[in-house]
Every structure is written in structure tokens, then in C-alpha cells.
């Protein structure tokens, strides 16, 4: 499996970006997808995951209310629609990919390469 992470660019706060992650190598709908990020100097953490089907999702509360996952199964793509964007967004945001399941914890399977979202104050 492959995932390829795109989309990120710098943005002023309180704007919009919306990131893709497309995947390729194996059955995407037999796969959970999640997006991560890491800021310099902290840990990976965890934004946002969909189910197989894409009829539940869940959110970091950082998340909530601004950020939106979503998936086409029939391109095999996941996206990540972020608005009202806050300088403390700013991170690499990684793509990940397990079969079956997946949670919070970064221990999913598959991993994109990560794009680089900037957010000016």
C-alpha cells in the first residue's frame, strides 16, 4: 500500500485548506484512513479518522468543529477539509492507512509521506 499526502501550502489564520490523500496498492475500502500531524519539536498526533464504509468519524477535540475527513471509495482518496485555521495548526500532516480498524494511537500500518501545512498569524 502507498498513500500519497497532498495539498498543504502556507495560509493566513482563519483560512482554508483542504489536503488529499491518495491511495494506491491494495483495497481501500477494506481500509481505515486517519490524518496525523507533528509540529516541530512534539509528538505525532492525532486529527481526524474514517470508518471503511466513511459512516462514522472521529475528531481530535483540537478538530472538532473546524476540520472535516471524508473519503471517496471509488477513488480511492481521503481528504481532510480544514477551515479556520490557527497558527497552532501549523505541522506535517501525514496520511495513514490499517486494515479493518484503527483509533488514536499512531500504530496504523501504512503511511503517506506527510505535507506541510503553515498557518501565518
Known amino acids: 500500500v502507498q498513500l500519497q499526502a497532498s495539498g498543504g501550502g502556507l495560509v493566513q489564520a482563519g483560512g482554508s485548506l483542504r489536503l488529499s490523500c491518495d491511495f494506491s496498492g491494495g483495497t481501500f475500502n477494506d481500509h481505515v484512513l486517519a490524518w496525523f500531524r507533528q509540529a516541530p519539536g512534539k509528538e505525532r498526533e492525532f486529527v481526524a479518522s474514517?470508518?471503511?464504509?466513511?459512516?462514522?468519524?472521529m475528531y481530535s477535540d483540537s478538530a472538532k468543529g473546524r476540520f472535516t475527513i471524508s473519503r471517496d471509495n471509488a477513488k480511492a482518496t481521503a481528504f481532510l477539509e480544514m477551515s479556520n485555521l490557527r497558527p497552532e495548526d501549523t505541522a506535517i500532516y501525514y496520511c495513514?492507512?490499517?486494515?479493518?480498524?484503527?483509533?488514536?494511537?499512531?500504530?496504523?500500518?501504512?503511511w503517506g509521506q506527510g505535507t506541510l501545512v503553515t498557518v501565518s498569524s
Open positions: 474514517i470508518t471503511t464504509s466513511g459512516a462514522r468519524t
Open positions: 495513514a492507512a490499517n486494515p479493518g480498524w484503527g483509533g488514536i494511537r499512531p500504530n496504523y500500518r501504512y
